[in-house]
């Protein structure tokens, strides 16, 4: 009882962390807590089902300026398509990685699933508004448009690469926050 309340009290910091409504892009946010906290948050969606989820976190990643909260938006909305893309899948496999581009001066989070990929004729719109390839009633077509925005409010890029029938891969680019040296 006392794991689950420790789990319980986890979930609600994660899910207060991320809903914390400011329009400040200047506090410096780790992207690993970013992802944790998502991944805290989804855990019920996938934890009775085969879904494999991965995470391989970059040591000593470097802070990006931004808004936790709307970061936390972007690695919801990716993270949850993944799991719904691999749901019901033979050997359904998420990967969240995070690293640092020295080179660009970015960090960058991947999310990668093992789902049935994104069909090439629908590829151009998976960014626009209120497209969505979902049932009447289980998307509104606007987390990947809304990531795009946000991401691009931080000076940074969402993109992906999908393979039909072998899955899918999202990269955020963000820009690393200046030193305060």
């Known amino acids: 009882m006392e794991k689950e309340l420790g789990r319980a009290k986890a979930i609600v910091k994660s899910l207060l962390g991320l809903s914390r409504q400011t329009d400040t892009y200047k506090e410096k946010v780790n992207l690993n807590a970013v992802i944790k906290d998502a ?3 989804l855990h019920n969606q996938y934890k009775h089902t085969d879904l494999n989820i991965k995470t391989v ?3 000593n990643l470097p802070e990006v300026l ?4 709307t970061l936390g938006q972007v690695a919801l909305n990716i993270l949850q ?3 719904q893309a691999v749901t019901g899948c033979k050997d359904g496999r998420i990967v969240l990685s995070t690293r640092y581009e020295l080179q660009a001066g970015e960090v960058v989070f991947e999310c990668s699933d093992t789902g049935p990929g994104i069909p090439k004729s629908i ?3 998976i960014f626009k508004p209120f497209f969505t390839t979902k049932e009447v009633g289980q998307g509104t077509g606007l987390g990947l448009y809304l990531s795009h925005e946000i991401v691009r409010k931080h000076g940074g890029s969402l993109s992906f690469e999908s ?3 072998q899955g899918t891969r999202f990269m955020v680019r963000l820009p690393v926050a200046a030193s305060s040296g």
């Open 66 to 69: 931004g808004n936790f909260a």
């Open 39 to 41: 991944c805290r948050i």
């Open 57 to 59: 976190y970059s040591d």
């Open 123 to 125: 590829q151009k719109d």
């Open 163 to 165: 393979i039909t029938d």
């Open 81 to 83: 398509n993944a799991i």
